[in-house]
């Protein structure tokens, strides 16, 4: 054999190697990109009617907002909604009527929690980060009015925040504030330790810090007060699940992500509904890049592995940042407890949607007897 033909037959050798590393890679990437797309074509997006929109007649942006249930008599129960750019807090009834508004130097996210030891009694306390003065920002609540009171001792320091959350131990039964760092800040979760300084004030001590994985911008944040999880949204990524108590180390898992399941960036707004036995859901807000009407809400089990239920949309609703869940019976127009979202496609405003709709047409189970949120059921589990 000649040198040319010799050599003919290795630049068709290196030729066809090239061209199969080349179909190689092109099916590798393919199937990265396909890994990487949101796997949305099996999510199916009933819409649900809302019930009572959350309107004061000075709000501007109420991106999020809680649920504080009455001791005796859950019809009377209010919501409270936290607006930073009216830098004012709103606090609801349940058919929409304002019964009090606070002035806030710009209140981030917001959250509740029941029968925190101070001054000797037990009181009810509504907690937030302020974004403006950089603290924990503390209220109490009366149960006669219904009306919010300043209790925190104006030292609770954080550094620029973003996300907020409150935790209430089912070992220690000691209270906690979980707050984001704001994106391109300090990149850190801090926990803080709440407590009564024996001078009628809440204090808090920083307990630990740990980094948000990727530098993700995190807004959404929920604690389980019952098995001891704290479950973070990472608006680009997905959720990610740590020990929430302040040994629990720094490690997270990343339980659900953009790449493989229905959930779409950004992810905002994170709320729990509690089952016995450590059943139930966890619910996360697909925003949608801000475009209007098109955010979906993906249910997740609360129980590992977390495997996806189901999504749902909420009629008009979009460019959603907060929501919350209440399983509580409230009564009225609310027996199976009620969902609430911010609809920046509207106003900025809040809506209040009956559960008990969603929870049917997504063939969920709905118990209002079970969480008992003044005596959560301790079950150890992780």
Avoid at 37 to 49: C, E, R, S, V, W
Avoid at 76 to 102: E, H, M, P, R, W
Avoid at 181 to 189: A, F, L, Q, T
């Amino acid at each position: 054999m000649n040198r040319s033909i010799r050599n003919l037959i290795k630049v068709l050798g290196v030729a066809c190697a090239v061209s199969a590393l080349l179909f190689l890679s092109f099916c590798l990437g393919e199937k990265e990109k396909d890994k990487a797309l949101p796997q949305t074509i099996n999510a199916q997006f009933n819409k649900y009617d809302r019930s009572v929109d959350l309107a004061a007649s000075d709000f501007k942006d109420q991106d999020d907002m809680c649920v504080w249930v009455h001791p005796t008599d859950a019809s009377k129960s209010i919501i409270i909604a936290s607006d930073k750019s009216a830098k004012k807090i709103f606090v609801y009834n349940l058919s929409g009527s304002v019964i009090q508004t606070l002035s806030v130097s710009k209140p981030g996210n917001i959250d509740t929690r029941y029968g925190f030891p101070l001054n000797g009694e037990k009181v009810d306390i509504v907690a937030l980060n302020d974004r403006g003065e950089k603290v924990v920002y503390i209220l109490k609540v009366d149960p006669e009015s219904r009306t919010l009171t300043r209790v925190d001792d104006g030292n609770i320091k954080t550094g620029v925040n973003y996300g907020f959350t409150l935790y209430v131990s089912p070992i220690s039964k000691k209270y906690y504030a979980f707050v984001s760092s704001y994106p391109g800040n300090d990149n850190k979760i801090w926990q803080f330790e709440l407590t009564d300084n024996g001078s009628g004030k809440i204090s808090g001590t920083l307990k630990r810090s740990f980094d948000i994985v990727d530098e993700q911008t995190v807004e959404g944040i929920v604690a389980d007060d019952e098995i001891g999880n704290l479950y973070i949204a990472e608006e680009e990524v997905g959720i990610r699940k740590y020990n929430a108590e302040p040994d629990g180390g720094t490690e997270g898992e990343l339980i659900r992500s953009i790449a493989n399941d229905p959930l779409e960036e950004d992810i905002e707004g994170i709320t729990i509904y509690y089952l016995p036995n450590g059943e139930g859901y966890i619910i996360a807000c697909s925003q949608l890049g801000r475009q209007a009407y098109k955010a979906h809400f993906d249910i997740f089990e609360r129980k590992p592995p977390h495997n996806y239920v189901t999504s749902f949309m909420l009629k008009d609703v979009g460019k959603t940042d907060g929501i919350d869940l209440c399983s509580s019976n409230l009564g009225g127009n609310f027996p199976n407890g009620i969902f609430l979202a911010h609809n920046a496609s509207e106003s900025n405003q809040i809506v209040v949607v009956d559960w008990g709709k969603i929870a049917d047409g997504e063939n969920l189970i709905i118990d209002t007897n079970y969480w008992n949120p003044r005596k959560p059921n301790d079950i150890k589990e992780n």
